[in-house]
């Protein structure tokens, strides 16, 4: 079974970075969607950067310009690096494919907490 495994996240200063790596355990031959989402407080989770089954890059309005995600595929590695952060990006981040038989991983997330 493949596995995910989140790292990179930690506590930092508004306006400061983190760049979050996403190892997987094996390749995935066949992606449908791959990328970024987070869970904070009282809200349900959320797509950060994503690669839709279409093919398109797609950054969630609140992290436009701050956020980027990048993918070295000879590694099994997603990455997103994050400028600028705010108090309000504080959650936990998880990484998140499906493949194109339907079947959906994702890790155990990394905890970014961004406060003074």
């Known amino acids: 079974q493949v596995q995910l495994v989140e790292s990179g996240g930690g506590l930092v200063q508004p306006g400061g970075s983190l760049r979050l790596s996403c190892v997987a355990s094996?390749?995935?031959?066949?992606?449908?969607?791959m990328g970024w989402y987070r869970q904070v407080s009282g809200k349900q989770g959320e797509a950060v950067a994503i690669?839709?089954?279409?093919?398109?890059?797609e950054y969630a309005d609140s992290v436009k310009g701050r956020f980027s995600f990048s993918r070295d595929s000879a590694k099994n590695t997603m990455y997103l690096q994050m400028n600028s952060l705010k108090p309000e990006d504080t959650g936990i981040y998880y990484c998140?494919?499906?493949?194109?038989?339907?079947?959906?991983?994702w890790g155990l997330g990394t905890q970014v907490t961004v406060s003074s």
């Open positions: 690669i839709t089954s279409g093919g398109t890059l």
């Open positions: 998140d494919i499906r493949d194109g038989r339907g079947y959906h991983y």
């Open positions: 094996e390749h995935i031959f066949s992606i449908d969607t």
